[in-house]
């Protein structure tokens, strides 16, 4: 996994469930190309996010944060940590990024079946809803018009939105592509008085931290 110290390694055999979801990444990488490492970027993202708000999978959590003898380190264990609950979110983000060029695409309904599938309760509350919220905005529901690409996974990924395709750093971690999603582990959700000039800090790229190349606010 990518760390702050450039990556490390974690012994997995106390929680197969961790060797699964890299399973399962793979898969989703083979079938969807970039844009499924895309997409897992977002969801780790969204459960880091609630990670530092002690929502949706806190307790569960822990749990592997203690089994995998992290348990004093916990903010070093938790990109590992949420990494399974990330695999599933990923996997009902591609059913949204195919349903949202379709008539009819619901947001409110996909927010729900994700609480199904993830929250312990079933539900994910307003609160919690913030990080999916912003990256709806993001993947709002289009019109199915022609996109460019010479393949299927070509076409997949220029239909991402724009902040998915910035230059990315080289990871020694699983996660590849880049987020859309512009919050930064390990700092403070609302940690600078630097303000976007372009959206005045309203686009999901520049709410916690100004994105050089912000261009405004979607759809505008």
Not at 155 to 173: A, K
Not at 182 to 199: E, F, H, I, K, N
């Amino acid at each position: 996994m990518a760390g702050d110290d450039g990556g490390y390694l974690v012994d997995t055999g106390r929680l197969p469930d961790l060797s699964r979801a890299l399973l399962r990444h793979r898969d989703l990488v083979h079938r969807l190309g970039p844009t499924g490492d895309a997409l897992v970027s977002d969801a780790h993202q969204v459960m880091l996010w609630w990670w530092v708000n002690g929502q949706v999978g806190a307790q569960l959590w822990r749990e592997r944060e203690d089994a995998l003898g992290l348990g004093r380190h916990r903010r070093r264990a938790a990109p590992v940590a949420v990494y399974p609950e990330a695999l599933t979110l990923a996997e009902a983000m591609w059913t949204w990024e195919e349903r949202r060029r379709k008539r009819g695409a619901a947001p409110e309904k996909w927010v729900e079946e994700v609480g199904r599938l993830i929250a312990p309760t079933g539900v994910i509350s307003r609160r919690e809803r913030a990080p999916l919220d912003y990256w709806l905005e993001l993947h709002r529901p289009e019109s199915a018009g022609r996109t460019p690409g010479s393949n299927t996974n070509e076409r997949r990924w220029n239909r991402l939105p724009t902040l998915h395709h910035r230059p990315h750093p080289e990871e020694h971690g699983p996660l590849r592509a880049p987020s859309c999603l512009m919050w930064v582990y390990g700092l403070p959700l609302t940690s600078t008085t630097d303000v976007c000039p372009r959206c005045d800090g309203r686009a999901p790229s520049c709410r916690w931290v100004p994105f050089p190349g912000c261009t405004g606010l979607p759809g505008k």
